[in-house]
């Protein structure tokens, strides 16, 4: 063994490497600027140490292979690539590539630089798809498998056309009509016509449903001695799929893996009766080898080096002793990844067979420190830009922080968050807050500085409970509503508030189908700390449905009251606790604030309630464009005497949407039926999220 000391290390790091060679050089055109650059890209990543310092006759053709495939699948059924090699030494040479890929180059052949010219020729794309025999779905479910139907306009690259995507479809297809019960279900498919000038091409599927199986008995075996029982006649009288047969073997699996026998397996036998009223019966036995049965040994976790143990194990409820249930050691695991602090948490077992087995727990942390920039636009505020800090893993208990700093043309935003998960049991978070924001309304200067503390529960499937408490201080400048000569101008608050949430909405960044409601109080009072007493009410609901082809309807109701029970009169409450409707997200004729009342004198008045009402109808373009025409209504009243409402206003619009990651981008213009003086006959908004 050889040690090197601080000179020898010296000496070694002054030591000149060998250059690497220079790689040939590839270059792709006529696909376009962006295309092109792809294409290479893809290229040198896929030919890998082929490329080389200089380029071979195999190295070539791969590359025009890869090229040339890749074009197939996209429709292109016809291209041709003209490739030119610059040796070493000589003259540059070129040669064609078309889809028989027949050309053949000379061997040997080293090119130090080559040049791919593609001509992608016509694409050609699904134009007509019709079936023969399908009684199952409806041609244009069917034709779904094709090319797409549910949205107005289907560009060129979603309905193209290559034996491969026909091959995948018809596959896609056959597998539907089978996990419907119909499992000899065989489909043919035939190319009718294909024009080579336009690319279109018909395509005709010929279908043979045959019969659909049905399971008339149902033999368990196996499962003797273990304690484990599943119901036979639950699954008897169904279809018979391969998805039916993956259920029940689940079934039998979580019925024995309970009782501590985690090596079970099951083996079907299936026996086709004779044909019945247009059935085909099938008697199935599940033959169970229950393996040994195995008892937990030690608990143990690794890669937990900034994570405390006893924070682990409450969240890991199994003994050494217990039967070895699979199941509750991966609900021990989903209980670890909701901590949040680990990228990753995997699950082995130690020795992984034999009577006695450790279960170990294999973690790994998240980075303690994340920063992230933030970047946004909206028809208000215009740009904001800000940035997020986050701490990871505090003290080893999975607590988190998050600090961000928000500032944009309108507002300057300060916010940290300190979060404890499963505070009390699994369910129950806990969370401190300070904050501070300043925002330039329509006819004040909003500035609010606070803290709250506060408790999350969830409370069943897609609902969340609510319940905190804060104090802040809320502040106006440049006061220029309505109400300026009885407004104070600071106000210390102090309440708590309770909240219910309910989401079963399909996707709440791009809502389809389903529902959302909620409810919220906030009762402040001089009891609690603060100097006013008041209370908030606020409540609402949305709605989502499918309707006709690529369609649907979004329909949104909030509504909120303002109360002062125990005060003496309405200078008690802050000008900041008011409702001044209006912007992207309610009435979308007018900006944030905008919507709000009038006095005599034109000035806006805060409301102390309000009732807005939206309506719209998306109609889907392509994958990720639709478009919108919506109604928004609103009521608004200053003085709860006039509750609801005692003004309404109306406003009606068009819009387009990009799906994103995110959300929708949205660009909408909202004109304003029956604006007041003073008000904009219309807006226009550009923002990102849904609006309701």
């Excluded at 970047?375 to 080893?396: D, K, P």
């Excluded at 309910?502 to 959302?516: A, E, H, I, T, V």
Aim: charged share 25%; glycine share 10%; net charge neutral.
């Amino acid at each position: 063994m050889c040690i090197l000391g601080p000179a020898s290390l010296a000496i070694r790091a002054g030591e000149e490497k060998p250059e690497k060679p220079k790689a040939a050089e590839i270059a792709v055109k006529g696909l376009g600027f962006w295309k092109s650059r792809e294409e290479r890209s893809s290229l040198v990543r896929l030919l890998g140490e082929e490329r080389g310092p200089a380029m071979d006759a195999n190295a070539i053709e791969d590359a025009a292979f890869l090229l040339i495939s890749g074009l197939t699948d996209e429709g292109f059924l016809r291209p041709t690539v003209k490739v030119i090699a610059t040796p070493e030494s000589g003259a540059p040479i070129d040669f064609v590539f078309d889809a028989t890929l027949s050309t053949i180059l000379p061997r040997p052949l080293a090119a130090k630089r080559v040049e791919f010219y593609v001509d992608r020729g016509v694409r050609s794309t699904f134009e007509a798809v019709a079936f023969t025999g399908l009684t199952l779905l409806t041609a244009e479910q069917a034709t779904g498998f094709f090319k797409p139907v549910d949205t107005l306009w289907q560009s060129p690259v979603s309905r193209a056309y290559s034996p491969g995507r026909l091959r995948r479809a018809v596959d896609n297809l056959q597998d539907e009509l089978r996990l419907r019960g119909y499992a000899d279900a065989a489909l043919h498919a035939r190319v009718e016509k294909e024009d080579l000038a336009t690319g279109d091409v018909d395509v005709v599927l010929e279908v043979n449903e045959g019969m659909r199986w049905v399971v008339s008995d149902l033999q368990v075996t196996g499962m003797e001695g273990t304690g484990a029982a599943v119901a036979v006649a639950n699954w008897e009288n169904r279809s018979w799929t391969m998805l039916w047969q993956q259920d029940l073997s689940e079934a039998i699996r979580r019925a024995c893996v309970a009782k501590g026998f985690p090596d079970v397996t099951v083996k079907f036998e299936r026996t086709l009766g004779p044909i019945g009223d247009g059935e085909q019966p099938v008697s199935v036995v599940a033959a169970v080898e229950s393996g040994g049965k195995a008892i937990v040994g030690e608990v143990r976790f690794a890669g937990s080096g900034h994570t405390l143990d006893m924070v682990l194990r409450r969240r890991v409820r199994l003994k050494s002793g217990d039967p070895l249930d699979v199941l509750r050691v991966e609900q021990a695991r989903m209980r670890l990844a909701r901590l949040g602090v680990f990228s990753s948490v995997q699950t082995r077992f130690d020795p992984a067979s034999g009577e006695r087995r450790d279960v170990v727990f294999e973690l790994t942390e998240l980075p303690r420190w994340e920063t992230n920039l933030i970047f946004g636009y909206g028809s208000y505020e215009r740009l904001r830009g800000g940035v997020e800090w986050r701490q990871s893993n505090l003290f080893g208990r999975a607590h988190q922080s998050r600090l961000l700093l928000v500032q944009s043309l309108k507002s300057t935003r300060a916010d940290y968050l300190y979060s404890v998960p499963e505070l009390f049991g699994e369910t129950l978070d806990g969370t401190a807050r300070l904050f501070g924001l300043r925002r330039e309304e329509q006819s004040f200067v909003r500035e609010e500085y606070g803290a709250n503390v506060a408790l999350r529960r969830r409370l069943g499937r897609g609902t969340e409970g609510r319940v905190g408490y804060t104090y802040q201080a809320l502040r106006n400048q440049d006061n220029e509503l309505n109400t300026r000569a009885i407004d104070d101008e600071l106000v210390k608050v102090g309440s708590v508030d309770f909240g219910v949430t309910l989401d079963r909405r399909d996707n709440p960044l791009r809502p389809r189908r389903g529902y959302r409601w909620f409810g919220q109080v906030e009762s402040a009072s001089t009891a609690l700390g603060g100097e006013v007493d008041f209370q908030v009410f606020e409540g609402g609901a949305s709605y989502h449905i499918a309707w006709g082809r690529s369609r649907w309807i979004h329909a949104g109701i909030a509504h909120g009251a303002i109360t002062t029970f125990g005060s003496d009169n309405d200078r008690d409450l802050p000008v900041n606790k008011r409702f001044f409707p209006g912007g992207e997200s309610t009435m979308r004729g007018y900006q944030r604030g905008e919507a709000s009342p009038r006095g005599a004198d034109g000035r806006f008045i805060g409301a102390k309630s309000q009732l807005t009402v939206n309506l719209e109808v998306e109609q889907g373009l392509t994958g990720n464009w639709s478009a919108v025409a919506f109604v928004d209504a609103l009521g608004t009243a200053v003085s709860l005497s006039n509750y609801p409402f005692d003004e309404k206003l109306y406003s009606v619009g068009l819009g387009v949407r990009y799906q994103t990651i995110v959300g929708p981008v949205r660009l909408e213009y909202g004109h304003n039926l029956n604006p007041r003086e003073g008000d904009p006959s219309g807006t226009l908004h550009f923002s990102v999220g849904f609006p309701f």
